[in-house]
Structure formats: C-alpha cells, structure tokens
C-alpha cells in the first residue's frame, strides 16, 4: 500500500488509498506524521509492506517504508 503526502498550492493533504479520503494537514511535517502512523499501522495488522509517498512540486519521493 502506499499513502501519498501531497502538497498543492502550499496546502498538505495525505491521500490513503484504503479509505479514498483525502485529509488536510496545516504543515508538511503533521500530514508526514500522520501518513508515517497509517502506514506502520497497515504493515502491523497486515503484514504487507507499506509506503509513504511525499509528492511536492512535480516531483514524488518514496520517503518511508515498512516491511521491505
């Protein structure tokens, strides 16, 4: 799975692909945070690897992984 840190227009938002919400964050490092937590949360119950994907001025960087 991979959860992806997004920012647009200065606005961070974290998209998880299991819910298909989008939540807004006031600053890169909360939305970070909180993708980090679903993530490790996923790979705990799940077993499968986990990603967090940060996406910021046209360019994406797989920044955290669980399980690999």
């Given at each position: 799975?991979v ?14 692909p ?26 705990c ?24």
């Open positions: 799975m959860i992806t840190v997004q920012c647009t227009a200065q606005r961070w938002s974290v998209l998880d299991q819910t298909r919400a989008t939540e807004e964050f006031s600053t890169g490092a909360a939305a970070f945070d909180a993708a980090a937590s679903r993530a490790s949360e996923h790979h119950r799940t077993g499968q690897h986990s990603t967090v994907r940060v996406e910021a001025l046209g360019t994406a960087v797989d920044a955290l992984h669980f399980g690999r």
